[in-house]
């Protein structure tokens, strides 16, 4: 089973407008970490937002802020006033458990969702 | 600058040939890992480190072979190009803990022909 799922292959936003970026994650583990990064076109992978499992606020980052549900396993981006810089692959990802040896602590990346920002 | 460094930027193979993608990190982080990345799947790990000399296999393996000899390095050895390993490989450092994200190097474009 896919343990993050993002559905939205490709999504179009008008300039300066709000968009969300849909994320759900399974995981049994009580203690993760969710996160989201960025790959324009250039190709690196840019940390944008981070989530603990146990963080009561969502996190904000600028314009990045994380719509943290927990009891549905959700962890949607959203990017307020887009800019045209904001056209880039942006991927959901994973860490469980404390992160201390076997597979648990690894990163598990999502499929991603290619945001394109028209003028 | 601190990161993690990734050589060659580029490579283009020749079928069963082999080579060896080099990283290296300065931060002094117990995590590294490995992952290619192809159209419309994601990253995908293929072998990870918890720390020298201790490896392990991620969900795609088949093909690669690794090392960890120190903490800094962590390389990635393709033993027999196949024309299915053409993709962009990562390799990326982190501190253990959920609260820690990984520092990705800047990735290699793999081609074989």
């Known amino acids: 089973a896919q343990k993050i799922t993002q559905t939205q292959p490709g999504m179009f936003v008008q300039e300066k407008e709000a968009v969300t970026l849909d994320c759900t994650y399974d995981?049994?583990?009580?203690?993760?970490?969710l996160f989201w990064y960025k790959q324009p076109s250039s190709g690196e992978m840019i940390f944008l937002i981070y989530?603990?499992?146990?963080d009561q606020q969502n996190a904000t980052e600028g314009r990045y802020s994380l719509n943290f549900q927990k009891a549905r396993k959700s962890a949607n981006l959203v990017i307020s006033a887009s800019q045209l810089g904001d056209s880039a692959m942006y991927f959901c990802?994973?860490?469980?458990?404390w992160g201390y040896g076997g597979s648990q602590g690894n990163l598990i990346f999502g499929k991603g969702t290619k945001l394109s920002v028209k003028p | 600058n601190a990161g993690v460094t990734q050589t060659p930027k580029f490579q283009v193979l020749k079928t069963g040939q082999s080579m060896t993608l080099q990283c290296a990190q300065d931060m002094n982080h117990e995590y590294m890992s490995w992952y290619r990345q192809d159209p419309g799947m994601g990253l995908r790990l293929i072998h990870y480190?918890?720390?020298?000399?201790?490896?392990d296999q991620g969900e795609v393996p088949n093909g690669y072979n690794v090392s960890r000899s120190t903490t800094e390095d962590f390389p990635l050895r393709l033993l027999s190009a196949a024309p299915s390993q053409t993709s962009v490989y990562f390799c990326a450092s982190s501190r253990p803990g959920t609260n820690y994200g990984y520092t990705f190097g800047s990735g290699t474009r793999l081609t074989v022909v």
């Open positions: 989530q603990g499992s146990y």
């Open positions: 480190s918890v720390g020298a000399g201790i490896t």
């Open positions: 990802a994973m860490r469980e458990g």
């Open positions: 995981t049994s583990d009580p203690s993760y970490g």
